[in-house]
């Protein structure tokens, strides 16, 4: 969900209670790309325990790709449907969206802290249900005001599996996996143009990965981008090419054999925007810092090294990207900064991190 992650998983601190009373609200946080049988039932479990299950969804206003396919809104809706088909009031059931903070764990307990507040009214009646499988987990050790309330449903199921078979049309297995709703959903889904673009996605990743996969050791990829800010804009480029098709991104690439990792960043702006190779960028440098969240690329392991470069204030120069590195253009800060869901991998977190530094 964030990172850093602790890779310790250490149960939290469960408090006796007394037996059988029902707790006023319950939390249940997952990314749930989709929810499967397995967030059902535990749903349900816990559903005996409290009044009002309020369930953070994890992951969202994020562009869609196929690690994260569906829109907060769409899972909402699909939770709503299977827990009304196993007779669970609507009622009953609460919503809380988070986006993604990468390199701001701060960021993100607080939004969910916020968001669960806001259902709670400062009721200190709240439980977190949760299962403590691996170092995902995290997580359920980070708020230690609520009860925790671990749930006895064990289940080999996950929504990675699911996905897989999704997106390799092994459609009987994923009918196995899932509730009849969240099954009708996800087969209407694939008669959408998101689904199409997404299937060509998976599939160029899953030949990506192969072409790597006899490697001697695990590839570690290293990248150089840039924030080019001007006037109160950005500049970025529309991806032409998978993955990530038709997001926003920074320019950047892959570092050469023999360029220095400024040079690159530097070299990708002019290359892949038009901007004039007189644009003085190396004197416009604000600040740098690497970011290497392990699951920032669904490539494989990418480490980018990300530069900002300031030019000041006056006209936007004139862009000239195109073909096969996609259109360029400038964007105003409060734009980008207002629409994640429009971004790359975590291009947006990287832009946020150097434009919030005050």
């Known amino acids: 969900m964030t990172a850093p992650r602790d890779p310790a998983p250490v149960p939290p601190r469960t408090r006796p209670s007394p037996a059988r009373r029902k707790r006023t609200f319950g939390v249940y946080i997952g990314r749930f790309e989709p929810p499967h049988a397995a967030h059902l039932q535990v749903m349900l479990e816990a559903l005996h325990s409290v009044q009002k299950l309020i369930v953070v969804i994890g992951s969202a206003r994020a562009a869609r790709n196929t690690k994260n396919p569906f829109t907060a ?5 699909i939770i709503v449907a299977m827990l009304r088909g196993a007779g669970v009031a609507r009622s009953r059931v609460l919503f809380v969206e988070v986006r ?10 607080s939004e969910v802290q916020r968001g669960v507040h806001a259902h709670t009214r400062g009721s200190s009646d709240v439980a977190l249900i949760g299962h403590i499988k691996d170092e995902s987990s995290y997580y359920l050790r980070s708020f230690p005001a609520w009860e925790f309330i671990p749930t006895h ?7 990675t599996a699911v996905r897989r078979a999704y997106f390799e049309e092994r459609l009987e297995e994923v009918a196995g996996m899932v509730p009849s709703a969240v099954h009708a959903f996800l087969d209407a889904f694939r008669a959408t143009p998101e689904y199409g673009e997404l299937r060509d996605e998976y599939v160029y990743l899953r030949d990506y990965r192969r072409a790597w996969a006899d490697a001697p050791f695990a590839p ?30 920074m320019p950047g690439g892959f570092l050469g054999q023999e360029e220095t990792l400024l ?3 530097a070299g990708r702006v002019h290359a892949e925007t ?37 030019l000041g204030i006056g006209q936007l120069p004139r862009l000239q990207g195109g073909g096969d ?34």
């Open 73 to 77: 809104e769409e899972r909402q809706e």
């Open 100 to 109: 993604d903070y990468f390199y701001n764990e701060g960021l993100w307990l």
């Open 153 to 159: 449903v064990v289940s080999p199921l996950s929504a």
């Open 220 to 249: 570690v990829f290293v990248t150089a981008d840039a924030v080019v800010t001007r006037s109160g804009h950005v500049l970025l480029v529309r991806r032409a090419g998978m993955p990530g098709r038709g997001r926003l991104a």
């Open 263 to 265: 040079a690159c960043a």
């Open 274 to 310: 038009g901007l004039r190779t007189g644009t003085p960028l190396a004197g416009a440098l604000r600040g740098q810092a690497v970011f290497d969240y392990p699951e920032r690329s669904l490539r494989g392991r990418t480490v980018t090294h990300a530069f900002h470069f300031d």
């Open 325 to 358: 590195d996609g259109e360029a253009l400038w964007m105003p800060l409060g734009e980008v900064l207002a629409r994640p869901e429009l971004f790359f991998e975590d291009h947006h977190a990287i832009i946020e991190h150097f434009l919030m530094r005050g």
